[in-house]
């Protein structure tokens, strides 16, 4: 699976963005799709999964009620809406794709798509 995300930007606080990854290259709806961020001198961490049917999702517990993980799969693409930024949001935030049960662990994803850098502003 190849994984292109996109959509991030400069927002200031209590702003918002919605980050997107296109897939291809494998059958998309059966795959669980994630987003990890990483902050500059910080672990990736886990931010949001979607299960293959987007029937399940699960957040960290730092972005739950402000962020919302969603799919198409008729569109190949998973999306991130992220409201209410926070300067701690500051990262670049990567998609993944996990081939098994649903995750939150960086390990158990197969594939990566290059990271898109937010920036919320104080």
């Known amino acids: 699976v190849q994984l292109q995300a996109s959509g991030g930007g400069l927002v200031q606080t209590g702003g918002s963005l919605r980050l997107s990854c296109a897939a291809s290259?494998?059958?998309?709806?059966?795959?669980?799709m994630g987003w990890f961020r990483q902050a500059p001198g910080k672990e990736r961490e886990f931010v949001a999964v979607?299960?293959?049917?987007?029937?399940?999702?699960y957040y960290a517990d730092s972005v739950k009620g402000r962020f919302t993980i969603s799919r198409d799969n008729a569109k190949t693409t998973v999306y991130l809406q992220m409201n209410n930024l926070k300067p701690e949001d500051t990262a670049d935030y990567y998609c993944?794709?996990?081939?098994?049960?649903?995750?939150?662990?960086?390990?158990?994803?197969?594939?990566w798509g290059q990271g898109t850098q937010v920036t919320v502003s104080s």
């Open positions: 979607i299960s293959p049917s987007g029937a399940i999702t």
């Open positions: 993944a794709a996990d081939g098994g049960v649903i995750s939150i662990l960086r390990d158990n994803y197969d594939y």
């Open positions: 290259g494998r059958t998309f709806s059966n795959y669980a």
